[in-house]
């Protein structure tokens, strides 16, 4: 079955500075990769998400990029503030038929450092 | 805003009972789901009801059944739980299988 890891169990950046973080999957029939982030003690909030007929989705600082052929997506979080702290996951479903099961990375915590 | 409700928060029970969770969503959706997460923040997939199909996740113990009057309800019943199902529940709705899955508040189980 599908599998989705993201590398970086933490990641810690500077207020104002950018943050990336990557995921990769295996199945190659996977087509909708959404991101969730989690506040401590919070359930999952929606951020963002991308279909594979596009490579780049922007919205407002949230930038997520596709590369199909390397099986790769990543959330890029530009000017970040101590709010954007939270564990962020990344999913990935198949097309028509998969009931959206969506697979789940083992998250990665972000720490926006004042 | 929170569209997708969950009770109860919080649930602590010995080996061997039975558990019930509900949930409810308000936001039309025609399919529901069940995660589970465990301690290591790790989520699975456990069930997804659309359109009164449901489709189970294959590793989810036989102990474990979901329950749906209509579809802005899917609860979750565990017969005789056992320490490893100490985790948190959540239940999420989507509009269709293909669309933006949202997530309740979760349901805490702590298995003694």
């Known amino acids: 079955g599908e599998k989705v890891e993201q590398h970086q169990s933490t990641l810690s950046v500077r207020e104002g500075d950018s943050a990336v973080i990557n995921c990769t999957y295996t199945?190659?029939?996977?087509?909708?990769f959404p991101w969730y982030k989690q506040e401590a003690g919070k359930s999952l909030h929606f951020v963002i998400d991308i279909r594979s007929n596009v490579d780049r989705k922007q919205s407002q600082r949230l930038t997520v990029l596709l590369d199909k052929k390397a099986k790769r997506f990543s959330l890029h979080i530009t000017a970040t503030q101590p709010e954007d702290s939270a564990i962020y996951f990344c999913?990935?479903?198949?097309?028509?038929?998969?009931?959206?099961?969506?697979?789940f990375g083992a998250g990665t915590r972000l720490a926006v450092c004042p | 805003e929170t569209a997708v409700f969950q009770t109860p928060n919080y649930h602590v029970t010995q080996v061997g009972n039975e558990v019930s969770f509900n949930c409810k969503q308000t936001?039309?959706?025609?399919?529901m789901y069940w995660y589970k997460q465990d301690s290591k923040k790790l989520l699975k997939i456990m069930f997804s009801y659309n359109n009164k199909q449901l489709i189970v996740n294959e590793t989810v113990p036989r102990r474990f059944s979901p329950q749906s009057s209509d579809k802005a309800h899917l609860n979750l019943r565990i017969k005789s739980v056992e320490p490893e199902d100490s985790a948190v529940y959540l239940c999420a709705s989507s509009w269709t299988d293909q669309d933006t899955q949202y997530f309740g508040p979760g349901t805490r189980l702590l298995v003694l």
């Open positions: 999913a990935a479903s198949k097309g028509p038929g998969s009931f959206n099961k969506l697979t």
């Open positions: 936001l039309g959706h025609d399919t």
């Open positions: 199945d190659t029939a996977s087509s909708y």
